[in-house]
Nanobody
Framework: QVQLVESGGGLVQPGGSLRLSCAASGSTSDNYAIGWFRQAPGKEREGVSCISSSDGSTYYADSVKGRFTISRDSAKSSVYLQMNSLKPEDTAVYYC????????????????????WGQGTQVTVSS
């Protein structure tokens, strides 16, 4: 079982930037996907971005394309989400999660395929 810890959330003004970090520890296979999900009050949890450990392929939700960038540092067992041009509608609790499935174009759309979850970090975009 892999353990995930998110950090980097906070309060930012519209148009600002934040960088979220997800540190993984414990038992991991060689091939897996790490995803960033978010959940706003009263809304379902949605996939924001995912990255595959096997080939580095990525997926972005349409709502964040061109503004968010996912990256990984294998040496540090960490995945990052750089969020630029933030909007009030980006306000949510952000979670990172791990899946044994690596085809991110599909797996990022299915939260049920992620077996390990972090505790979440709050991102608030407000003036």
């Amino acid at each position: 079982q892999v353990q995930l810890v998110e950090s980097g959330g906070g309060l930012v003004q519209p148009g600002g930037s934040l960088r979220l970090s997800c540190a993984a520890s414990g038992s991991t296979s060689d091939n897996y996907a790490i995803g960033w999900f978010r959940q706003a009050p009263g809304k379902e949890r949605e996939g924001v971005s995912c990255i595959s450990s096997s080939d580095g392929s990525t997926y972005y939700a349409d709502s964040v394309k061109g503004r968010f960038t996912i990256s990984r540092d294998s040496a540090k067992s960490s995945v990052y989400l750089q969020m630029n041009s933030l909007k009030p509608e980006d306000t949510a609790v952000y979670y990172c999660a791990a899946s044994p499935f690596t085809y991110v174009q599909a797996v990022c759309l299915a939260t049920r395929l992620f077996s390990s979850w972090g505790q979440g970090t709050q991102v608030t975009v407000s003036s």
